[in-house]
Every structure is written in structure tokens, then in C-alpha cells.
């Protein structure tokens, strides 16, 4: 008769492993020279690429303006410097929300840009200032930027682009826009130069401006659906141009607010 076998040994349950320490933002944008991969998706999908970043100063690229609407690429291209140059300071498990944007506009901004960000100053929130230059280095745009800094969610969304890229479209009563997944940025709402370039298109529709200023309340949710910008003149000289506007979620509730000048030389 066969001897009985004895029962296998328990099997120990496996360890369990520790959840990925969090990367610091600098190590990311680093990364990121080599792998558009860990950008947000409002950059992979304009075609930002990163040339060079450090601790305070990061330099990009736009190869090709003309998948935004006129200044949208150049827009899109500082305010995603502005933040990374911000965030090159912070520690891992942090980000940053742009609070505020003033840009100083010289020419629409078509072909390739390239632009360089430098930090002015962070505490609790960040500033720091952008020159973005066409193929020539004329310049398109300066622009500065105040961000607060914000805890991360995690990584990047991996969104992709949906066919129709913003989808801006002007009404009578201003301009509206599609908050397209491929537009986020890594809070997972839309990018706030892409925000910018609609207030700037509504504006120009009322006064014209080579001043813009934009003020960003809340994050418009990148669901697909239409946000708009309205704008309205507050004077129209013979000189001197201004306007305001404000810019809507698909809900109806206000998301960022802008003003622009423009001065008419004799």
C-alpha cells in the first residue's frame, strides 16, 4: 500500500510591493526631452517639444503654429512653459495652475516657435516670464504668469486628440470652442493658453488688442463639450482700444475672464 502524501506547504502570500514614489517635475520634464510621452496632453498633441530644462529655465519648440488658430500656438506653447519652468522648483507630488497670464503680443505667430521660460519668483504661488520667436527670432509674444502651486493627481492623462482639433467657431456673440480630451493639461482640464486663445479671438472680434490679460477661475472639464467666450468693448477711440470678455463652461458657469488694448498709432 502507498505511503500518503503529505499535503503541500503553504504557499506564502506575496509581499506587497510599495506604490511608485511620485517623480519630482524637474526629473519629468527631463524625461520628457526624449519621451514626449510623459507631457500633458494639450502639449503631444500641438507638438511642444522640450530642448532643454533646468532648474528655473526650460526651452521648447512648436514645430508647426497652424494646428491652433492664429496666436493659439504661440499661446499654447508659453503658457506650458511658464508652468514648467515654475515647476522645475517643486518637489515630487506637487504641480502648478496657472492663476493669471499677461501677454504682450507683436505678430500672430505662424511657422515653427521656439521660447524660453525663466522663473522670477516662487513662494506659495509662482511667477515667470516667457519670450516666445519665430524661425527669424522676431518676436511673437512676451508674456508672464502667476501659478499656485497645487498637489498632483498623478501622472499625465493619456488622453488622445479628438478629430477636430479645438473646434473654434465664431458666433454672433462671440466664440465658442470644443473641450477636446487632447487639450488637457496635467490637472486634467483645458489647458489654460488654449483657454487664452479663445478669450483672445473673442476679444479681437471687439476691439482688437495687443495687450492681453486673462484671470483663470476654474478648470473648464475636458468632456468634449462646447465652452464659449464673450466679449464686449468698454472703449473705442480714435487712439486707444479696450475690451473685456469672459469665457463660459459647457454648465453656463464662468471659467476665466480677459481684457485686452490696443493702442492706434497717428
Known sequence: ???????????????????????????????????????????RTTGIRLTAVEPGRVVGDLPSAAVLPPLGGALVLADFLLGSAIGTTL????RVGTLSLHASVFAP??????????????GTTGVSEVLVVDVSGEPVLSATSRCAVLP??????????????????MQPDGVSAVADPGLANYGATVQGGVLATVLAHALDAATGGVELDVTFLRG????????TARATPVHGGSRFAAGR??????????????AASRWLAP
Open 220 to 227: 473648464v472639464a475636458v468632456d468634449g463639450a462646447a465652452f
Open 1 to 43: 500500500m502507498p505511503e500518503p502524501t503529505a499535503p503541500p506547504e503553504p504557499t506564502a502570500p506575496p509581499e506587497p510591493t510599495a506604490p511608485p514614489e511620485p517623480t519630482a517635475p524637474l526629473e519629468r520634464l527631463r524625461a520628457a526631452i526624449t519621451d514626449p510621452a510623459r507631457l500633458a496632453p494639450a502639449s
Open 245 to 258: 470678455a469672459e469665457l463660459f463652461d459647457a454648465a453656463g458657469r464662468l471659467a476665466a475672464v480677459g
Open 152 to 169: 498632483s493627481s498623478g501622472p499625465p492623462p493619456a488622453a488622445e486628440p479628438a478629430a477636430v482639433l479645438l473646434g473654434m467657431r
Open 109 to 122: 505667430g505662424e511657422g515653427a516657435l521656439s521660447a524660453t521660460a525663466r522663473l522670477v519668483h516662487r
Open 91 to 94: 518637489p515630487a507630488g506637487h
